[in-house]
């Protein structure tokens, strides 16, 4: 019987001794493929291709990488109740100021002894009416006659107009007062015409004392076409100065307390416009006004 060899320890070995049995499989070197090495056929080897890296998460808020986002906190109510304290502070100053001068790009420089000086102020004005008023249009000449009927009431119906002022004048200025709501409740308008010489104003005068006394009832018809119908009544005369009413028919009590002082080269008038009893406030402007008119 034949002696059997002992079993080999390194399949290599037994290869070597043996080379028509199956090798036996042992792992690659370190390195290398399992698959052996490229095939060298010309075709460009396959470059592993790295996988991509993971995107980067974004800051946290507090993170020092990024600035934080201003966020605008809420004023404290505090600051709020100032602020609107202020506002109303600065509101209340714009009205006041309004109410001394609603018209301050319209305020001129005056000089003295000129009719501009002779004119009381809103303030003083306020002071002797009792109510507070503002300043209102101006003219610096007499308005256009008005249209009267009968036509003799002329002078009654416009007081301050051409035909009492005529065209001998050499200075003159209209300015109404009304009251600070701006309704026209209440006005006071003043006139002063500042003549050559002593005899041309009284001739003025004279005009508007005549047509007063001499036109009980009149209808005057205003320069935009209105009508109204108006009761004249004379309630002092003399040489330089008149005082007299003029009410208006079915208005509601509306009357005007008219005064006129002559002095010296200057013819002045001071009418007071209002529902209720003007008299004695018209006086004690015309009285005031008077007094600052040189003549």
Request: hydrophobic share 35%; proline share 12%.
């Amino acid at each position: 019987m034949a002696e059997q060899s002992e079993p080999s320890d390194a399949g290599g070995t037994a290869a070597a001794e043996n080379p028509g049995a199956s090798p036996r499989w042992a792992p690659p070197p370190a390195g290398t493929s399992p698959y052996g090495p490229p095939p060298t056929t010309g075709v460009a080897p396959v470059v592993p291709v790295a996988p991509p890296m993971p995107t980067q998460p974004p800051d946290p808020p507090d993170s020092p990488g990024r600035p934080r986002k201003w966020t605008p906190r809420r004023p404290p109510a505090l600051v709020l109740a100032l602020v609107l304290v202020l506002c109303l502070g600065l509101a209340g100053g714009a009205w006041w100021l309004w109410l001394r001068d609603p018209h301050p790009a319209k305020s001129l420089h005056v000089a003295a002894g000129t009719v501009q000086a002779d004119l009381l102020s809103p303030d003083d004005v306020s002071g002797l009416a009792g109510t507070t008023v503002v300043a209102g249009p101006r003219t610096g000449e007499p308005p256009a006659e008005l249209t009267a009927e009968p036509s003799s009431c002329a002078a009654a119906v416009g007081p301050a107009t051409r035909t009492v002022y005529g065209n001998d004048w050499t200075a003159f200025l209209a300015a109404t007062y009304e009251d600070a709501a701006g309704v026209g409740d209440y006005t006071v308008t003043q006139a002063v015409g500042l003549y050559p010489d002593t005899a041309k104003a009284g001739t003025a005068y004279r005009a508007l004392t005549d047509g007063i006394e001499g036109c009980p009832t009149a209808v005057r018809t205003d320069q935009d076409g209105t009508t109204s119908t108006w009761n004249y009544s004379s309630d002092t005369t003399g040489p330089d100065a008149i005082a007299w009413t003029s009410r208006q028919y079915a208005g509601d009590g509306w009357s005007c307390y008219r005064q006129a002082r002559l002095k010296g080269r200057a013819l002045l008038q001071v009418a007071l416009c209002q529902a209720g009893d003007g008299k004695a406030a018209a006086a004690a402007i015309a009285d005031r006004f008077a007094a600052g008119v040189k003549g």
